[in-house]
């Protein structure tokens, strides 16, 4: 199973680097799209794909806030363009908490096996999440961006849970 995450940031270079360190312990890959920053986040992911982590790095210059078509976007790419089964959209204050590697397939596992032909292949897990962005592009969102949405258990950062 080929999990990966996709976000869109900016000015996030407080957290951009813990962001991706910890998502990467447990997801495949990720892409990042830096929207405009004017501090030091896309030279810190720049360094970053320079570690030669699995971190894709895009820079989306357009005005205007477009969280959901680039996330999208991003989305689509990495289903086009890798072996991704699974894509989690996250925020770049979003780490994901889960207790193994392990532990996340049997959560995605659990997904109804009849909603989709390959849920039966993973039958036995559960997740939670902002959006879906299926292989055709097709959003299901789940949350409203401007509310909280657990990823595969409560968040945390810097020791604090998120408390909703």
């Given at each position: 199973?080929?999990?990966?995450?996709?976000?869109?940031?900016?000015?996030?270079?407080?957290?951009?680097?813990?962001?991706?360190?910890?998502?990467l312990?447990?997801?495949?890959?990720?892409?990042?799209?830096?929207?405009?920053?004017?501090?030091?986040?896309?030279?810190?992911?720049?360094?970053?794909?320079?570690?030669?982590?699995?971190?894709?790095?895009?820079?989306?210059?357009?005005?205007?806030?477009l969280?959901?078509?680039?996330?999208?976007?991003?989305a689509?790419?990495?289903f086009?363009?890798?072996?991704?089964?699974f894509?989690f959209?996250?925020?770049?204050?979003?780490f994901?908490k889960?207790?193994?590697?392990?532990?996340?397939?049997?959560?995605?596992?659990?997904?109804?096996?009849?909603?989709?032909?390959?849920?039966a292949?993973?039958?036995?897990?559960?997740?939670?999440?902002?959006?879906?962005v299926?292989?055709?592009?097709?959003?299901?969102?789940f949350?409203?961006?401007?509310?909280?949405?657990?990823h595969?258990?409560?968040?945390?950062?810097r020791?604090?849970?998120?408390?909703?």
């Open positions: 199973m080929k999990i990966w995450g996709v976000s869109m940031v900016r000015n996030e270079e407080d957290i951009v680097e813990a962001f991706v360190r910890h998502n312990t447990i997801l495949d890959g990720m892409l990042v799209v830096d929207h405009n920053s004017t501090d030091r986040t896309l030279a810190i992911l720049t360094a970053l794909r320079a570690e030669r982590l699995p971190l894709v790095v895009k820079r989306h210059e357009a005005p205007g806030y969280q959901a078509e680039i996330t999208t976007s991003a689509r790419e990495v086009a363009r890798t072996p991704a089964d894509v959209p996250l925020d770049a204050d979003e994901l889960v207790g193994s590697r392990a532990e996340l397939e049997r959560y995605l596992g659990s997904l109804p096996p009849d909603v989709h032909p390959y849920f292949t993973i039958k036995g897990m559960r997740v939670s999440a902002h959006l879906l299926r292989r055709d592009g097709e959003r299901v969102q949350v409203p961006f401007h509310r909280r949405a657990w595969v258990g409560a968040p945390a950062r020791g604090r849970a998120d408390r909703a």
